[in-house]
């Protein structure tokens, strides 16, 4: 499993988004595997940086493939604030990436809607800290709707396993994996959240 490195930064008032990224693609013992405008927490974190996570207003996520974990000083400079942290990643899904989130992208405009999230909407639920729809991620969703119409949006799920979690997340993949890869395809559209399981 491929170690990457997660970085949250909060860019300096005066660098503008694609400027960074820009001069990031350009030095060359990085490899940008993700970089995206964090939007929404739709778990909040309950064990680990809460206060970090929750707090700061983040401009950046990257996921990097680096010799190093830091940042090269050319690009320090532009950096206010920054969160980072090592993330594994299955090799197979590394590998894919690229040809399938282009794919994704792709498809998205041909996705026909179900009417789910109508019908999903009848069981709101107080807080979407469980997974449930809630009046606050139903407003982020409208927000998002306005502000970017019917382009893709991307889901990260950051997962942090308590003991025996991760056994416990490999049995849920496992019976989740035919009806997710069919609501992956079907689905393209997705929003960011931080949890720990």
């Not at 929404?40 to 493939?65: A, C, G, M, N, Y």
């Not at 197979?92 to 999903?120: M, S």
């Not at 639920?125 to 809630?134: G, I, M, P, R, V």
């Amino acid at each position: 499993m491929p170690l990457l490195t997660l970085h949250l930064l909060r860019l300096s008032p005066n660098k503008p988004l694609p400027v960074f990224i820009q001069q990031l693609q350009q030095i060359p013992s990085i490899e940008v595997i993700v970089a995206s405008q964090p939007r929404h927490l739709v778990i909040q974190p309950t064990v680990l940086d809460v206060q970090t996570l929750t707090s700061e207003k983040w401009d950046l996520l990257l996921l990097l493939r680096s010799p190093s974990a830091a940042l090269p000083t050319p690009v320090r400079s532009s950096i206010a604030a920054e969160y980072k942290i090592a993330v594994g990643v299955p090799s197979k899904l590394l590998a894919r990436y690229p040809e399938h989130n282009a794919k994704l992208i792709t498809d998205a405009p041909n996705v026909k809607l179900t009417g789910a999230l109508e019908r999903a909407q009848e069981k709101v639920k107080d807080s979407a800290q469980n997974l449930e729809l809630s009046p606050e991620l139903l407003e982020f969703m409208d927000e998002l709707t306005r502000t970017y119409g019917d382009k893709p949006v991307t889901m990260l799920n950051l997962l942090h396993f308590n003991q025996d979690g991760k056994q416990s997340y490999y049995k849920y993949g496992q019976v989740c994996r035919i009806p997710c890869q069919q609501a992956e395809i079907l689905n393209p559209h997705k929003a960011k959240n931080a949890s720990e399981i």
